[in-house]
């Protein structure tokens, strides 16, 4: 599975991270290891079909 995040801090414009893992959890964890300093995830996405609203 692959999580991206929307990040932003508060001076800055929207970005992405993602990461690819055998679980949502895993991936998940893997991607907001990738959030830098100052940023905080704003948007969870994934690709897989059952965890979208």
Known sequence: ????????????????????AA???EA???????IPDGFKAIVIHTDDPAFQA
Do not use: C, F, H, K
């Open 1 to 20: 599975m692959i999580v991206t995040l929307t990040i932003q801090s508060g001076e800055n414009e929207p970005d992405l991270v993602s990461a690819e």
């Open 28 to 34: 998940n964890v893997a991607a907001e290891a990738r």
């Open 23 to 25: 679980t949502y959890e």
